[in-house]
T-cell receptor, first 108, second 115 residues
Framework: GQQVMQIPQYQHVQEGEDFTTYCNSS?????IQWYKQRPGGHPVFLIQ?????EVKKQKRLTFQFGEAKKNSSLHITATQTTDVGTYFC????????FGAGTTVTVRA | NAGVTQTPKFQVLKTGQSMTLQCAQD?????MSWYRQDPGMGLRLIHY???????DQGEVPNGYNVSRSTTEDFPLRLLSAAPSQTSVYFC??????????????FGPGTRLTVT
């Protein structure tokens, strides 16, 4: 199936700092979704990007879809302890192919 | 709405035993899926369904069966449990809504250990 690769696997962030996680595919994607999973919880939908070059913001989170629709990024500004968890990108509509995720820890 | 519910929350099986993981949704979603989550590997699709009576294989279907007799229920059957099936299992449902957005709603998961 369609494969999406995520980097980095782990991100240790000082509270208040910014960070970015990246999602890459070898094939063109029709759309990409992002999910967040808190420790011990289940994945929760954050957003879907569809258009080439699309940028969407949710408060401190900025999501971007690449011009070639082969990559995406999630940028978090002024990291807070509530941002702890694993962030996944996923492709392929209702039968999703997930990246391995970026696990974020925050140092207070 | 209860959303997506899964039972049991935890299960321990011996190698060779069979069991069924239950999944139900009350949102009238057309699509339902089963994923397994293993450390460092994200979620991998086991089976999915696009509507009652229609199922198809995902990325890792071997050792699992599914059926979808109603819109609401999508049980996952382990035929003969193996230690390699130790994992956390998530059921999810989604709908297209005509917008092309297939936001998936996940259940709380079943943590399965096979000894």
């Amino acid at each position: 199936g369609q494969q999406v690769m995520q980097i980095p696997q782990y991100q240790h962030v000082q509270e208040g700092e910014d960070f970015t996680t990246y999602c890459n595919s070898s094939t063109t994607l029709s759309n990409i979704q992002w999910y967040k999973q808190r420790p011990g919880g289940h994945p929760v939908f954050l957003i879907q990007l569809v258009k080439s070059g699309e940028v969407k913001k949710q408060k401190r989170l900025t999501f971007q879809f690449g011009e070639a629709k082969k990559n995406s990024s999630l940028h978090i500004t002024a990291t807070q302890t509530t941002d702890v968890g694993t962030y996944f990108c996923a492709a392929n509509d209702y039968k999703l192919s997930f990246g391995a995720g970026t696990t974020v820890t925050v140092r207070a | 709405n209860a959303g997506v519910t899964q039972t049991p929350k935890f299960q321990v099986l011996k190698t060779g035993q069979s069991m069924t993981l239950q999944c139900a949704q009350d949102m009238n979603h057309e699509y339902m899926s089963w994923y397994r989550q293993d450390p460092g590997m994200g979620l991998r699709l086991i089976h999915y369904s696009v509507g009652a009576g229609i199922t198809d294989q995902g990325e890792v279907p071997n050792g699992y069966n599914v059926s979808r007799s109603t819109t609401e229920d999508f049980p996952l059957r382990l035929l003969s449990a193996a230690p390699s099936q130790t994992s956390v299992y998530f059921c999810a449902s989604s709908y297209s809504g005509g917008t092309g957005t297939y936001e998936q709603y996940f259940g709380p998961g079943t943590r399965l250990t096979v000894t």
